[in-house]
C-alpha cells in the first residue's frame, strides 16, 4: 500500500515477544537468569527497528519480553489518547509493570522550537506518560529520533537539511530533560548515532546524500530505518540500556564484518557523546532495590491493636533477596 494510502490510516500492532531462541552473548542478565520487561511505544520509526531491536534485548536476556505498540503515524498524544479512552492494546499494556517504557515520538513532534506551542504540547504529554509510566511500574525513557533524510519538507526554511532538523531535535530534547515535569530521566540516542554518520561522511569527503554513502544506508525512505540502520540503532539500543555491544547473530547478511564493527562504535559514541544534562538508562545510579512509596499507605493505629501492612519492594536488579 503507498506512503499516501497508509498515512490516512491509524494502525497499531502489539507484537509480543514470540522469537525463536539464538546463540547469546555474555551479556547483562545471562550469568544469574534475569528478565527484562520492555515496552516499546511510536510510529513508523519503531515500527522499521522493532524487530532488531527485540532481538538484541533477548540476546543480552534470553528471559525477556518485549511488546511494541506502533502505528504508521501515531504520535504520543495519539497513544495516550487510546489509553485514556480505554482501547487496546493501550489499556492493557500501559497497566503491566516493566522494566522499561521507551517511548518514541515523531521526529516532526519534537522538531520544535523550546518556546513554541508544540514543545508544550509535547511536554504535557510526555508528562501524563511518566504519570502513568509510575503507575506501572515502568521508567519511562526517551527514544530521541533521527532526523528525515532530507529535512522536513514541510519546514524547508528552517529544516530544509538533516543537520538542521536534527539539532532542532537534540535541542528540543535538552530542553525537555530540562523541565523537571517531564518526568523524563534517560535517554536512547538514535538520531545522534544517525548524526554520527553523518558527520563522518563528510570528514571523508564523500556527499551523506549519495546513494552509496555510510548515510544513506542507514535509510529504507526518507524516515524509516533500513536494515542496516535498524542494526545500528539496535546497538545503540543495547548500549543505552545494559551498556552490551551488539552479537554477530543480529549482523544483516547483506552487512560485512568492518561495517558491523564500525556500527557498533558509532553507537558508543553516541552515548559516550552525550551532553552532560543528558544520561542512558544504564547510567541509574539508584540503589539496584528500591521501595516504592504507594498512595494510601499512612495508617492510624490505636494503642494496644495491630494491623497487617505489606510492603511493596521492586527489585531493579533482579538480585535474590
Known amino acids: 500500500m503507498a506512503d499516501s494510502m497508509r498515512a490516512q490510516l491509524?494502525?497499531?500492532v502489539l507484537l509480543f515477544s514470540m522469537l525463536p531462541a539464538y546463540e547469546a552473548q555474555s551479556g547483562s542478565g545471562?550469568?544469574?537468569?534475569a528478565t527484562m520487561d520492555v515496552i516499546l511505544v511510536g510510529d513508523r520509526v519503531i515500527d522499521s527497528v522493532g524487530s532488531e531491536v527485540e532481538i538484541g534485548i533477548q540476546e543480552s536476556y534470553p528471559d525477556s519480553t518485549t511488546q511494541i505498540i506502533s502505528g504508521h503515524n501515531l504520535g504520543l498524544d495519539d497513544h495516550l489518547r487510546f489509553y485514556e479512552d480505554g482501547l487496546t492494546p493501550w489499556s492493557t499494556v500501559f497497566e503491566d509493570q516493566a522494566d522499561f517504557l521507551i517511548l518514541q515520538p515523531k521526529s516532526t513532534d519534537i522538531a520544535v522550537q523550546p518556546e513554541s506551542s508544540g514543545h508544550e504540547s509535547i511536554l504535557t504529554t510526555l508528562e501524563k506518560i511518566a504519570e502513568i509510566a509510575?503507575?506501572?511500574p515502568a521508567d519511562p525513557v526517551l527514544f530521541v529520533p533521527w532526523a528525515h533524510k532530507n529535512g522536513d519538507s514541510d519546514r524547508p526554511i528552517t529544516m530544509g537539511d538533516f543537520l538542521s532538523m536534527d539539532?532542532?531535535?537534540m535541542n528540543a530534547t535538552i530542553s525537555l530533560f530540562d523541565n523537571v515535569s517531564s518526568g523524563l530521566r534517560y535517554v536512547i540516542p538514535?538520531?545522534?548515532?544517525?548524526?554520527i554518520v553523518y558527520m563522518d561522511d563528510m570528514a571523508m569527503g564523500i556527499n551523506p546524500l549519495d546513494q552509496s554513502s555510510n548515510f544513506s544506508s542507514l535509510y529504507s525512505n526518507e524516515v524509516e530505518a533500513s536494515e542496516i540502520g535498524a542494526y545500528l540503532i539496535a546497538c545503540t539500543v543495547l548500549i543505552s540500556l545494559f551498556n552490551d555491544d551488539c552479537s554477530p547473530n543480529l549482523r544483516p547478511s547483506s552487512m560485512?564484518?568492518?561495517t558491523s564493527i564500525y556500527l557498533i562504535e558509532v553507537a558508543r559514541r553516541a552515548v559516550e557523546d552525550l551532553p552532560d544534562s543528558l544520561?542512558?538508562?544504564y547510567e541509574d545510579d539508584r540503589a539496584p532495590v528500591r521501595f516504592r512509596n504507594l498512595a494510601g499507605g499512612t495508617y492510624t493505629i490505636q494503642p494496644g491493636s495491630s494491623i497487617g501492612v505489606t510492603l511493596f519492594v521492586r527489585n531493579f536488579a533482579e538480585e535474590d533477596r
Open 30 to 33: 545471562m550469568s544469574d537468569g
Open 10 to 12: 491509524i494502525m497499531a
Open 190 to 195: 538514535a538520531g545522534a548515532a544517525f548524526n
Open 167 to 169: 539539532s532542532i531535535i
Open 134 to 136: 509510575d503507575g506501572m
Open 256 to 258: 560485512d564484518v568492518n
Open 279 to 281: 544520561a542512558t538508562p
